[in-house]
């Protein structure tokens, strides 16, 4: 089992930043593939970005490309997401998940989420 829990939410001006982390539990962390999502007021959960196990492949929504990074220190058991440029939009719950078939899309593990609000 895998425990997770968000950090580093707040409230930040527009065009501002942010970094997120994501600590983990367990020793089967650093072979899970480990991705951030959101969830705006209203709107339905999207996906932001992910990480492979190792670290050097990632994938991005086209929505934050070129303004967040997502990174991972397997020896901390920790994922961050760096967001810059921060935007209305991105106001949401951000959440952290992983799992053993997460590369694929499937997420068994959750946190309970950070709040991220920009003000414009």
């Known amino acids: 089992q895998v425990q997770v829990m968000e950090s580093g939410g707040g409230l930040v001006q527009a065009g501002g930043s942010l970094r997120l982390s994501c600590a983990a539990s367990g020793r089967t962390f650093s072979s899970y593939a480990m991705g951030w999502f959101r969830q705006a007021p209203g709107k339905e959960r999207e996906f932001v970005a992910q990480i492979s196990w190792i670290g050097t492949t990632t994938n991005y929504a086209d929505s934050v490309k070129g303004r967040f990074t997502i990174s991972r220190d397997n020896a901390k058991n920790t994922v961050y997401l760096q967001m810059n440029s921060l935007k209305a939009e991105d106001t949401a719950v951000y959440y952290c998940?992983?799992?053993?078939?997460?590369?694929?899309?499937?997420?068994?593990?959750w946190g309970q989420g950070t709040q991220v609000t920009v003000s414009s």
């Open positions: 998940a992983g799992g053993p078939s997460s590369w694929s899309g499937k997420y068994d593990y």
